[in-house]
């Protein structure tokens, strides 16, 4: 019986040192397989672009272990979707996109390259873990040998381990995992929602945009959120996501609000005709 196929990716391009700390942290637990963009893709969510350059073969070498690597000229999810459909030769048993330079939390999910791969992953059945580590922001673009992955790599192989052994619920087919900058390998870990802020928010000054950072409303951040647990209790998250964004609401009470509404406009209309009537 063949070992369980493992493809690796990443949003910030093949050649991320995070991308080689992730494949360093999962010898031994299957097959590995390594697709990913060409170039840095962050922040490309689930963005569906590529061009006609033809995708590179190589190998990652790991003492005598060689590993194939493709390198795609496309978006994460493009990427993702060569992997899945051209280039795996079977079905991945896991797809680990990660380890990415900064953490991705709250709302913001929706524009990370990290999470956009893995949600590829999980909409074509593979069962997907996406890593990132908290670091600065001027490393977020980079591929700096400042950053020390060791931690992040840990968890990464940590919660790999488990998705292969125990599975994951269909409903729930991705896992996000953020790793705080300080955390160790026996820090403690919590399974967390996310939140509704936004945590990176875009800075304006003089009418045009001059970067990024983070912001927090501390007032209303949810306990149980991705970001209280690495900005406030310093702590892993492990999210479970779906790609499912229906809103948590009563369908029939929503429906009922919505006819509520239209009939205030019917009523407001019929009786503007009859004032144009009479007159």
Request: glycine share 6%; aromatic share 6%.
């Amino acid at each position: 019986m063949p070992r369980p196929l493992i493809v690796l990716t990443n949003d910030d391009g093949v050649r991320s040192p995070g991308l080689l700390a992730a494949v360093h942290a999962l010898r031994g637990l299957g097959e590995l397989m390594v697709v990913a963009p060409r170039e840095q893709q962050s922040s490309s969510g689930r963005a569906f672009y590529w061009s006609k350059r033809p995708v590179l073969k190589s190998k990652i070498k790991i003492g005598r272990l060689q590993i194939p690597a493709f390198a795609v000229d496309a978006s994460p999810a493009v990427t993702m979707r060569n992997a899945l459909m051209l280039l795996a030769p079977r079905p991945p048993a896991l797809v680990v996109s990660g380890i990415n330079y900064g953490e991705n939390l709250g709302s913001g999910l929706t524009i990370s390259g990290t999470v956009g791969a893995a949600l590829e992953a999980a909409s074509d059945g593979v069962p997907a873990l996406a890593v990132s580590l908290e670091t600065a922001k001027e490393f977020h673009m980079s591929h700096s040998h400042a950053v020390d992955f060791s931690t992040a790599a840990h968890w990464t192989r940590w919660m790999a381990e488990r998705i292969l052994a125990h599975a994951i619920p269909e409903n729930a087919p991705v896992v996000n995992v953020n790793v705080p900058s300080d955390a160790t390998d026996a820090t403690a870990w919590r399974v967390t929602r996310a939140s509704h802020q936004a945590y990176f928010k875009s800075l304006v000054q003089d009418g045009k945009f001059i970067g990024y950072d983070v912001v927090i409303r501390a007032e209303d951040l949810e306990r149980d959120s991705d970001i209280y647990a690495v900005r406030v209790d310093r702590v892993v998250s492990i999210t479970p996501l779906t790609y499912d964004l229906t809103a948590r609401v009563n369908f029939k009470t929503f429906a009922r609000t919505l006819q509520k509404k239209l009939n205030v406009k019917r009523t407001r209309a019929r009786a503007t005709n009859k004032t144009v009537r009479r007159v």
